[in-house]
């Protein structure tokens, strides 16, 4: 599932977490691309797909996020990641 955002953030979830994407931070570096290609495909629509990626190995994708592009949280907490 996939949701725009005012500011051109767009969410995804799998019913536990949601990944923030902010594209205007993004520096397109792949580098989630390539930690995490079942889940971060550039060549599909949403690019980001939750179901494919276990929670644990999302979280610790996304933290790797060099630009900040990429944050998450726990639905049922929404503390950031
Ligand atoms: S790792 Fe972050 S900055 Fe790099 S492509 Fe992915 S979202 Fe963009």
């Known amino acids: 599932m ?3 955002q005012k500011d051109n953030s767009r969410e ?3 019913g536990e977490i949601t990944i923030v994407w902010r594209p ?3 520096q397109f ?3 989630c691309v390539k930690g995490l290609r079942a889940v971060f495909d550039p060549h599909t629509e949403p ?3 939750m179901q494919n990626g276990a929670t644990e ?3 610790e994708q ?3 996020c060099p630009s900040g592009a990429l944050s998450c949280f726990y639905n ?3 503390v950031k990641r």
């Open 2 to 4: 996939a949701q725009e």
């Open 12 to 14: 995804f979830t799998n």
């Open 24 to 26: 205007l931070r993004c």
């Open 29 to 31: 570096s792949t580098h």
């Open 47 to 49: 690019w980001i797909n």
């Open 57 to 59: 190995e999302i979280i």
């Open 62 to 64: 996304v933290r790797q």
């Open 76 to 78: 049922d907490q929404k």
